[in-house]
Nanobody
Framework: QVQLVESGGGSVQPGASLRLSCTASGRMFVLWGWFRQAPGKEREFIAATTWYTESTFYADSVKGRFTISRDAAKNTVYLQMNSLKPEDTAVYSC??????????????????WGQGTQVTVSS
């Protein structure tokens, strides 16, 4: 059974940092992505990385503040989030895909999803 388990969410003040983790069991993924969904909004792409080449991609809204990385030994992907803003408040989910695609930003391209972790940025 394939599982993606996220951790690391929480409530922080603006300007703070958080690191999210996503560990996969039961499957190796070629492409990993992080998405988020705020109340009343559609799920949006945040970042993605390719497992073997470690190419990274970011949404403009987080570029320069967020960093996606991976630990091959742990089959885990991280999302380091710095300089958090209130507009970053959302449920963050990781996703995995078993084959390559150029549409790393598209929700429909991912086969497996984690349950999500809440990130709240508020003063």
């Amino acid at each position: 059974q394939v599982q993606l388990v996220e951790s690391g969410g929480g409530s922080v003040q603006p300007g703070a940092s958080l690191r999210l983790s996503c560990t996969a069991s039961g499957r190796m993924f070629v492409l990993w992505g992080w998405f988020r969904q705020a109340p009343g909004k559609e799920r949006e792409f945040i970042a993605a990385t390719t497992w073997y080449t470690e190419s990274t991609f970011y949404a403009d809204s987080v570029k320069g503040r967020f960093t996606i990385s991976r630990d091959a030994a742990k089959n885990t992907v991280y999302l380091q989030m710095n300089s958090l803003k209130p507009e970053d408040t959302a449920v963050y989910s990781c996703a995995g895909r078993q084959s390559g695609t150029t549409k790393y930003y598209a929700v429909d391209e991912y086969n497996y999803w984690g349950q999500g972790t809440q990130v709240t940025v508020s003063s």
